[in-house]
């Protein structure tokens, strides 16, 4: 039995939360002369000859056509007078812990997704309109504390809370009850399944696959034959079957900051900046138990995914942010091997949920 569902009813009242244009949202709340601007984060854009990509951008950028992921040089041919930032990832940090705050204060199970994402279980609260009434009070909150402003999707499943949360951007607020799920998910594009990237969504084209009612509809022997057993889900998913839990994270024997890279990096300078803000994020409002934490982890994920974990216990760890860095600068020495970086992560745990001299290798 789910802890979050209200009693005698399954119904499940899931919430995705995401903030807009998140990194641009935090330079412009910062610098009022920016709001109403297009402003672009992401790599120098060096008068059109920039290497790197957008990390994000405003909306009033995307007017223009520009978005996350495009060269910044066509990102510069495309709005010249853009205002162009790189990005401040510890102010970034610093926002998403004090949002993710906010979430947690209502006390519902709360499973962080992304540095500016998170879903709730919100079931206890029994009805759809409660749930709603929710979610106001939870935007007018980050906007009054923030000054920034998020996109929530309310629905009986986790997909579906996504995959809402994305369809009144920015500032949308998007309620699928039970009795409209079908209808609501039906003439999407399968893109917007989470996990159908590209590749995949070329693949079902080729089998005259658009929508998700088409997908939902599909022969599922032909669809195995074509994906292999995870057709299932897939197909589950396009029917709004998803049984995925909000999984809480485990607070107590380890906490953890990650932070994927818009480009894979071999920037000695962006990696040694992002291990100082991961550093300072991770050791932010620990609790007295927290004292436990004498393992530092470092992870490392390459290009390709494989993925290495360093780690160390001091003997006496006090949980400054200081003796973190430093810890975790050098256990990245030990294991950058020049490769472009993927991701990097920092963990905090006790001693007992990890062996000091553990390498692991893993994909
Ligand atoms: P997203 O939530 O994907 O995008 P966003 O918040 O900027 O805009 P939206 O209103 O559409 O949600 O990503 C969150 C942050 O992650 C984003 O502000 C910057 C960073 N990011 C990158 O660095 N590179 C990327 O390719 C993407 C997609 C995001
Ligand atoms: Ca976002």
């Not at 010249?80 to 519902?108: E, N, Q, T």
């Not at 919100?122 to 504390?145: C, M, N, Q, W, Y």
């Not at 994305?166 to 309620?175: E, F, I, Q, R, S």
């Not at 022997?221 to 995870?230: D, E, K, M, P, W």
């Amino acid at each position: 039995m789910e802890s979050g569902i209200a009693q005698g009813t399954s119904q499940r009242i899931i919430m995705h939360l995401d903030m807009d244009s998140f990194y641009a949202s935090v330079e412009m709340q910062e610098r009022p002369e920016l709001r109403g601007k297009p402003v672009v984060n992401g790599a120098d854009p060096n008068q059109g000859k920039g290497r790197g990509v957008v990390a994000t951008c405003s909306y009033e950028a995307r007017g223009f056509g520009i978005r996350s992921a495009m060269p910044i040089s066509q990102a510069f041919v495309l709005c010249p007078h853009a205002v162009f930032l790189s990005p401040d990832f510890p102010r970034y940090l610093k926002a998403s812990a004090d949002i993710m705050a906010i979430l947690k204060a209502h006390g519902f199970p709360l499973q962080q997704v992304s540095i500016d994402e998170a879903f709730l279980d919100v079931s206890r609260l029994g009805t759809f309109p409660a749930a709603t009434d929710l979610a106001v009070r939870i935007k007018e909150t980050i906007l009054a504390h923030l000054g920034l402003t998020c996109s929530v999707g309310l629905a009986p499943t986790k997909v579906v809370a996504k995959i809402a949360s994305d369809v009144h951007k920015p500032d949308g607020l998007t309620v699928v009850e039970p009795e409209n799920l079908f209808s609501f998910l039906a003439p999407m594009p399968v893109r917007k399944i989470p996990g159908i990237g590209k590749k995949a969504e070329a693949d079902l084209f080729e089998m005259d696959i658009r929508t998700i009612r088409d997908l939902a509809a599909f022969d599922i022997q032909v669809l195995i034959a074509r994906f292999g057993r995870s057709a299932i889900a897939l197909q589950d998913l396009a029917g709004g079957i998803d049984k995925n839990e909000v999984k809480e994270r485990d607070g107590v024997k380890s906490v953890s900051r990650e932070m994927t890279f818009t480009d894979d990096t071999g920037d000695e300078y962006l990696i040694a900046a992002t291990i100082d803000a991961l550093a300072e994020e991770v050791c932010r409002n620990l609790s007295d138990e927290s004292l436990h934490y004498r393992t530092i982890t470092v992870k490392v994920r390459y290009q390709g995914f494989v993925t290495m974990t360093k780690a160390r216990t001091l003997p006496h760890y006090t949980g400054d942010s200081e003796t973190v860095r430093t810890c975790a600068h050098a256990l990245l020495r030990d294991i950058f091997d020049g490769r472009k970086i993927r991701l990097l992560g920092i963990r905090l745990s006790s001693f007992d949920t990890c062996d000091a001299r553990q390498m692991t290798l893993g994909v």
